[in-house]
T-cell receptor, first 115, second 112 residues
Framework: GAGVSQSPSNKVTEKGKDVELRCDPI?????LYWYRQSLGQGLEFLIY????????KSGLPSDRFSAERTGGSVSTLTIQRTQQEDSAVYLC?????????????FGQGTRLTVV | AQSVSQHNHHVILSEAASLELGCNYS??????LFWYVQYPGQHLQLLLK??????LVKGIKGFEAEFIKSKFSFNLRKPSVQWSDTAEYFC??????????FGAGTQVVVTP
């Protein structure tokens, strides 16, 4: 596709349920990032993939959060046993690699509301 | 702790006014710096970036930014804003691996 695609665009879930958020990066982009945008916390890095491996998971806030990437393309962010503080916009970005100054292209995000 | 600070959280100005948004970072060594913009209802887009060379960088839509290493600053400027510049602006530093650390953002409202 022309840009980074995320689905769903909006998700309302009950506290305690699991959710899966999907990211389709730009074709050919080897690097993929997940960020979270929430009131009071701004934009926070969650996890970085290079190909299918995740060399940096340092931003995942708890062990309820996990992510995978398959085929060097689509990535899924899973949040188990959701809590109200998980409510945020989850952003995915992709880029061509690690070169200094490489631009990251962002998707529209998934707005997650935990009720 | 390493950080990125944006001085203003909200800025309101009239069309044709000049805009300057401050950004300071606390990283040592070589840095790659970015300004991203998020227009209402749209995704984050790159305005401009600095990674080496001329410290005055020009971006899209008439924006420019100056990297001042001695001040650990990367301020964004536009000489004359338009109503369409209403958006949230984020300064960011590359922390390695292409990961970005963002400032808190500045909401800019341009009134007609």
């Amino acid at each position: 596709g022309a840009g980074v695609s995320q689905s769903p665009s909006n998700k309302v879930t009950e506290k305690g349920k699991d959710v899966e958020l999907r990211c389709d990066p730009i074709s050919g982009h080897t690097a993929l990032y997940w960020y979270r945008q929430s009131l009071g916390q701004g934009l926070e890095f969650l996890i970085y993939f290079q190909g299918n491996s995740a060399p940096d998971k340092s931003g995942l806030p708890s062990d309820r959060f996990s992510a995978e990437r398959t085929g060097g393309s689509v990535s899924t962010l899973t949040i188990q046993r959701t809590q109200q503080e998980d409510s945020a916009v989850y952003l995915c970005a992709s880029s061509t690699g690690q070169a200094e100054g490489t631009e990251a292209f962002f998707g529209q995000g998934t707005r997650l509301t935990v009720v | 702790a390493q950080s990125v600070s944006q001085h203003n959280h909200h800025v309101i100005l009239s069309e044709a006014a000049s805009l300057e948004l401050g950004c300071n970072y606390s990283y040592g060594g070589t840095v790659n710096l970015f300004w991203y913009v998020q227009y209402p209802g749209q995704h984050l887009q790159l305005l401009l970036k600095y990674f080496s060379g001329d410290p005055l960088v020009k971006g899209i839509k008439g924006f420019e930014a100056e990297f001042i290493k001695s001040k650990f600053s990367f301020n964004l400027r536009k000489p004359s804003v338009q109503w369409s510049d209403t958006a949230e602006y984020f300064c960011a530093v590359n922390r390695g691996w292409g990961k970005l650390q963002f400032g808190a953002g500045t909401q800019v409202v341009v009134t007609p």
